[in-house]
């Protein structure tokens, strides 16, 4: 086995593994107010989002819809929702990430509402 004179060096930094926690709020059909339930998750976003870096916050909805571009409209509603009240318990807006879709990707394509939702990840 030949071993080089004068070997090289090379320092290849690991990337730092990310640490996301994940939320689930649910809405009820076509709307964006927050239930009891989805205020409980949220004051724990708020709990953990204190120290984080940042929070992405995306608004989904199901596929069933009453008006043309009605999805999008309640799916960015919802994200707006929860964004201020984040924003309400203290969280600094500048931290938010905050996108929608219509066209989130299902969890259950059987059952509609567990896909009215606006999903939080803390990073």
């Known amino acids: 086995m030949l071993i080089p004179k004068n070997p090289i ?5 690991l990337t730092p593994k990310r ?12 709307d964006a107010t927050l239930s009891n339930a989805a205020k409980k998750i949220l004051l724990r976003v708020v709990k953990e989002g204190l120290q984080a870096k940042s ?10 819809t009453k008006i043309k571009g009605g999805n999008e409209r309640v799916a960015r509603k919802r994200a707006q929702t929860v964004a201020d009240f984040l924003v309400s318990h203290g969280i600094p807006r500048d931290k938010l990430a905050v996108s929608w879709s ?3 990707p299902y969890v259950d394509t059987r059952n509609p509402a567990p896909n009215r939702r606006v999903e939080v990840e803390i990073e």
């Open 19 to 30: 640490h996301v926690k994940r939320f689930v709020a649910h809405f009820r059909f076509a």
């Open 102 to 104: 219509a066209h989130c």
């Open 9 to 13: 060096s090379i320092v290849v930094p």
């Open 55 to 64: 929070i992405r916050i995306r608004g989904c909805t199901c596929w069933i």
